[in-house]
């Protein structure tokens, strides 16, 4: 069960701009519209940033952002801040009722 | 407010079992899937199976089945991850998390928006 596809490292100066993609393939992020994303800081349980691939759950801040093209969906970070240093995770439905993630990135706030 | 709090760590010799429990409070237990993912040390999520606490069926990812059992005890408000011969490449933490939408949604969307605190499973010989 092949893990969907990450960039190891994203790093970015405050203020900037990021995007991680993360690809997966016709049976999971191309064939349906559920891809969440996740950051997690070290010694800490994930937590949810962006679900559904757009949807942003109440309490994160409106800087973080997700979009999806064909099999790759990404997660921006606009405006970064040293509190983002964190491992990202994104994970999809994938048919047959399993569920997968991507392999995670490291942003690096320069 | 919603809790999953798991049971402690453990250390095993390799060829055993393994059993993890993650006791919920502060929402409707047998109306939400619960979800387990591990992570070994320095590595990634991965994704192991899921469980509906009202009907007990469970789906797994392919790689663990025949060694992985999930279950719940709704009287306990407890979920259950048993994993069995057990070796080195199962050292991890294992993570219960819960779905924010019901079970008569009947989505399969993937959204984890509660986790229990970890698990720390050591196999060491």
């Known amino acids: 069960q092949s893990a969907l596809t990450q960039p190891a490292s994203v790093s970015g100066s405050p203020g900037q701009s990021i995007t991680i993609s993360c690809t997966g393939t016709?049976?999971?992020?191309?064939?349906?519209?559920?891809v969440s994303w996740y950051q997690q800081h070290p010694g800490k349980a994930p937590k949810l940033i962006i679900y559904?691939?757009?949807d942003r759950p109440s309490g994160v801040p409106a800087r973080f952002s997700g979009s999806k093209s064909g099999n790759t969906a990404s997660l921006t970070i606009s405006g970064l801040q040293a509190e983002d240093e964190a491992d990202y995770y994104c994970?999809?439905?994938?048919?047959?009722?399993?569920?997968?993630f991507g392999g995670g990135t490291k942003v690096t706030v320069l | 407010q919603v809790q999953l709090v798991q049971s402690g760590a453990e250390v095993l010799k390799p060829g055993a079992s393994v059993r993890v429990s993650c006791k919920a409070s502060?929402?409707?237990?047998?109306?939400?899937?619960i979800h387990w993912v591990r992570q070994a040390p320095g590595q990634g999520l991965e994704w192991m199976g899921r469980?509906?606490?009202?009907?007990?069926?469970?789906n797994f990812a392919q790689r663990f089945q025949g060694r992985v059992t999930l279950s719940s005890d709704m009287s306990i408000r407890t979920a259950y991850l048993g994993l069995s011969r057990l070796t080195s490449d199962d050292t991890a933490v294992y993570y219960c998390?819960?779905?924010?939408?019901?079970?008569?949604?009947?989505?399969?969307?993937?959204?984890?928006?509660?986790w229990g605190q970890g698990t720390l499973v050591t196999v060491s010989s």
């Open positions: 998390a819960k779905i924010p939408f019901p079970l008569e949604m009947d989505t399969n969307s993937p959204v984890f928006d509660y």
């Open positions: 502060g929402y409707t237990f047998t109306g939400y899937y």
């Open positions: 469980i509906n606490p009202n009907s007990g069926a469970t």
């Open positions: 016709g049976s999971d992020i191309g064939a349906y519209d559920y």
């Open positions: 559904d691939v757009t």
């Open positions: 994970n999809s439905y994938r048919s047959t009722n399993t569920v997968v």
